[in-house]
């Protein structure tokens, strides 16, 4: 049967990620990467619509692809699926008619289906139309059993363990776009862990809204406690590394656990505290069980090594100088290895979007900006301490101009959002792990040397 060749655009967070390498896993064997537009069948864009920029995003990638793409001698199917659809659902259809497809978040399961229906009326006869609509007949009865596709570099891949979120945030539009948590059965979880391994991922992060929270939903009880020790005694594991953890489950019992786990587990804690006042906390809906400070004081009892990364939110309606004040101090004071400073965006259906005392969009820029520069200042010091040491550096992907350099990143430099480490050495493959010296450092990357 012909191959189908997808052009493939994944916005947004690593979950989104995760299922859209699900979608093209349904394709089975007969999927081929496709490097540009021209080489394509289908392209297949999931979109993200957490906040205004997103948006934005995504419906600028969708009037460029389809711009793109028109007049061509055979043009692709354009997909497109995501969260942009789950809020926008009537509007899109009727604004971008370029789109040959819309496929919800809760259709993505069986998109392949929606694709052989679309294709029936004009193309019954084409070989893309028989090869879909097979694989889309053989999904149904059986779900695939052999590997993801990863679309990320070879060493790492996420392991998405929950979907949906219920806390209530009075900001977010996740419970919304994407309902309640609804947790992974464990075992499901870890034999996919196993086949990610399979193919040489030396790396999991697990990813979901809240990873505290995982099992939560379960009837059986299971929780996070017991995925974690199930995953860290797989063999092929190296590194395993938690994503978005709410600062509620910062407890000292589950501290206590995680040092139990072994060299696995990377002393890597990203929290998002979102705001370090307890008035603007409660106006966003945020109830922690100790005070930001406490929390970070209390990790880094449990692993004075931590890596603490943080997301906050300057601008929130309310928030004065005094309140912004106290976010400086905290920052200064935490020393975070990463920072995330994100103005407010009042977002339609929440509701942050309705209290009355927003803050100017020029006052929330700048007060990101002066986050920022003292953020930078402090990953430039801390950085800087690594000098002379050696660490292991986990080889992401050659460097596309020099043939002896790689991109790659040590424990405390999650995938895609920390700075990098770039590495010189001969005959590197990505997806290993090597020792390296690191020999300079800049505000947010590492610069390392390996002798092998």
Known sequence: MKNISVYTVSLGCPKNLVDTENMLTQLRDYYTPASTLKEADIVLINTCAFIRPAVEESIEII????????????????????????RYQDELK????????????????????????????????????????????SVEKNQPDHARVISTDPGYAYLKI???????CSF??????????????????????KTLLDQGVKELCLVAQDVLAYG????????????????????????????????????SDFLRFLQEIGPKFLP?????????????????????????????????????????????????????ESH?????????KAEFTHLGVFPFYPEEGTLSARQSVQIAEEQKMERQSVLMSVQKEISFN?????????????????????????????????????????????????????????????????QALTYG
């Not at 977010?172 to 862990?193: F, H, K, M, T």
């Open 63 to 86: 009037l460029d692809i389809a711009h793109d793409t028109r007049g061509m001698p055979e043009k692709p199917l354009l997909v497109v699926s995501g969260c942009l659809l789950n």
């Open 94 to 137: 009727l604004e971008l008619p370029e789109v040959d497809l819309w496929v919800s978040y809760r259709q993505q399961a069986s998109w392949l289906k929606l694709v052989a229906d679309k294709l029936s009326s004009k193309y019954r006869s084409s070989p893309l139309y028989q090869v879909i609509s097979s694989i889309s007949e």
């Open 162 to 168: 929950s979907e949906g979120c219920s806390h209530k």
């Open 172 to 193: 977010c539009l996740i419970p919304y776009l994407r309902g309640p948590q609804l947790s992974r059965p464990v075992q499901d979880i870890v034999s996919e862990a």
């Open 216 to 251: 939560r939903d379960l009837s059986h009880g299971f929780g996070l406690r017991e995925l974690l020790a199930q995953l860290a005694e797989l063999p092929e594991l190296h590194w395993l590394r938690l994503l978005y953890l709410h600062p509620s489950g910062m407890t």
């Open 268 to 320: 890597y804690f990203d929290i998002p505290f979102q705001h370090i006042n307890s008035e603007i906390l409660s106006r966003m809906n945020r109830y922690p069980q100790d005070e930001p400070v406490e929390i970070v004081e209390k990790i880094r009892e449990f692993f004075p090594q931590a890596a603490l990364r943080t997301s906050l939110i300057v601008g929130y309606p309310g928030e004065t």
């Open 324 to 332: 912004f004040q106290q976010l400086i101090d905290f920052v200064q």
């Open 382 to 446: 801390m950085l800087k301490s690594f000098r002379q040491t050696y660490q292991d550096v986990l080889i992401d992907k050659r460097h596309p101009e020099w043939p002896t350099l790689y991109k790659g990143r040590v424990w405390f430099q999650a995938p895609e959002n920390d700075g990098l480490t770039y590495i010189s050495g001969h005959d590197l493959c990505p997806g290993e792990r090597v020792s390296a010296q690191i020999v300079d450092s800049t505000d947010y990357d590492l």
